[in-house]
């Protein structure tokens, strides 16, 4: 009796051990943080990694991309979550390369005097339950803080680039919209451009069609 007790704790606890190791491994990854000019802003971008995969599309469209981005305020010890109750897909801030950027080699024209500039993808456009390049992004905008974000382009308007005027106070964005109603952003469907005038009232900022 006492050696079928022993054998079935044996069989237990084998059988725990197992469902344990086949459980999924949680863990968050991080970018190396960089601070924001000489301010007390420090940005730390989140990797999407094997524990949010399922969320998004295939390897070759999410990767070197974010799936959240902390602000941490070196001054008064807080961290600020930029995108803090949806999934979303934010582009790198920095030119893919094959060597990684650090310290002062990190350039960027997300970053403005007052405001950061995201490339965001929020919205399931073709209801595959996946965000990746499929899908429209979008130009937000929020104080250093992260604070304020705002949508900046229109909804189903897909970004495909956008440049910076050299005194910061204009955006011009070329992208598309989906013309022809297949659920794509490619052929089939025409170029357009919009402009943003930018303030550091993000309240205040407009953004309008421009008619070639």
């Given at each position: 009796m006492?050696?079928?007790?022993?054998?079935?704790?044996?069989v237990f606890?084998?059988?725990?051990?197992?469902?344990?190791?086949?459980?999924?491994?949680?863990?968050i990854n991080y970018?190396?943080?960089?601070?924001?000019d000489s301010?007390e802003?420090?940005?730390?971008?989140?990797?999407?990694?094997?524990d949010?995969?399922?969320s998004?599309g295939?390897?070759?469209?999410t990767?070197?991309?974010?799936?959240?981005v902390?602000?941490?305020?070196?001054?008064?010890?807080?961290?600020?979550?930029?995108f803090?109750k949806?999934?979303?897909?934010?582009?790198?801030?920095f030119?893919?390369?094959?060597y990684?950027?650090?310290g002062?080699?990190?350039?960027?024209?997300?970053?403005?005097?007052?405001?950061?500039?995201?490339?965001?993808?929020?919205d399931?456009?073709?209801?595959d339950?996946?965000?990746?390049?499929?899908?429209?992004?979008?130009?937000?905008i929020?104080?250093?803080?992260?604070?304020?974000?705002?949508?900046?382009?229109?909804?189903?308007?897909h970004?495909m680039?956008?440049?910076?005027?050299?005194?910061?106070?204009?955006?011009?964005?070329?992208?598309?919209?989906?013309?022809?109603?297949?659920?794509k952003?490619?052929?089939?469907?025409?170029?357009?451009?919009?402009?943003?005038?930018?303030?550091?009232?993000?309240?205040?900022?407009k953004?309008?069609?421009?008619?070639?």
């Amino acid at each position: 009796m006492f050696m079928k007790k022993i054998i079935v704790l044996h069989v237990f606890l084998m059988l725990v051990s197992v469902s344990s190791f086949s459980q999924k491994k949680t863990e968050i990854n991080y970018t190396e943080a960089f601070q924001i000019d000489s301010s007390e802003f420090y940005l730390i971008p989140e990797l999407i990694d094997g524990d949010n995969r399922n969320s998004y599309g295939k390897i070759w469209n999410t990767w070197g991309n974010y799936s959240n981005v902390h602000i941490y305020d070196a001054k008064n010890n807080t961290v600020k979550k930029v995108f803090d109750k949806q999934t979303v897909l934010i582009e790198t801030f920095f030119k893919r390369d094959y060597y990684q950027q650090t310290g002062k080699d990190k350039v960027s024209e997300n970053l403005l005097p007052n405001h950061i500039v995201y490339l965001v993808r929020t919205d399931n456009f073709n209801k595959d339950n996946t965000l990746d390049n499929d899908d429209p992004a979008y130009l937000f905008i929020s104080k250093r803080s992260g604070d304020s974000l705002t949508q900046i382009t229109p909804n189903s308007f897909h970004v495909m680039s956008w440049t910076l005027s050299v005194d910061k106070k204009m955006i011009l964005v070329r992208g598309k919209f989906d013309k022809n109603g297949n659920k794509k952003f490619g052929n089939g469907d025409d170029d357009s451009y919009y402009r943003i005038d930018l303030n550091d009232d993000i309240s205040k900022i407009k953004c309008y069609p421009i008619y070639l």
